[in-house]
């Protein structure tokens, strides 16, 4: 793994700091899109702002938070390609690795707390995709995302 990117809204930023010296802990190199500080934002700039960075392979994969999840995961999962998974434990953790191929970790700063916020990352980070008929489900997503695109061009 080589580098996450990090985001939040002020609803997540004590939990996005937590997780930045986390990531920094355990030796990856961390993209933080922001904000910098708790001041007030909107969620819908810093769910886009990281799901670009993820879209276009700027890193491999990003952790975005804000109060419960829910605004940060009605954004990102509007982007074709993007696999936006909101975990609060650690069995979805794993699983949305496994089976969804997540490339997005969401959660809630209002939600969780940071010791088990670190071990759903841990997970998350560490949990291999397993294909297969797995695959086909997301091949079946793509196809989901061209037809809209085809019939929003008509
Ligand atoms: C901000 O108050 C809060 O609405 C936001 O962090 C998030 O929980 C929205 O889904």
């Not at 986390?22 to 922001?34: Q, R, T």
């Not at 940060?72 to 993007?82: A, D, E, F, L, Q």
């Not at 949305?96 to 997005?104: E, K, L, P």
């Amino acid at each position: 793994m080589k580098k996450i990117a990090l985001a939040s809204d002020h609803g997540g930023f004590d939990l996005k700091e937590s997780i930045a010296a986390h990531l920094l802990n355990i030796g990856l190199e961390v993209d933080d899109l922001g904000p910098h500080c708790a001041d007030v934002v909107d969620y819908p700039d810093y769910a886009m702002k990281l799901t670009a960075a993820v879209a276009e392979k700027k890193v491999e994969r990003g952790i975005v938070i804000c109060g419960t999840g829910i605004g940060m995961s009605i954004v990102v999962n509007r982007y074709p390609g993007i696999r936006g998974t909101l975990c609060s434990d650690i069995f979805t953790a794993k699983l949305c690795r496994a089976h969804n191929d997540s490339n997005i970790l969401i959660m809630g700063g209002r939600v969780i707390g940071k010791e088990l916020a670190a071990e759903i990352v841990n997970t998350w980070l560490n949990t291999p995709f397993e294909g297969g008929h797995h695959q086909r489900r997301l091949d079946k997503i793509d196809q989901i995302d061209a037809s809209l695109k085809a019939k929003a061009n008509l």
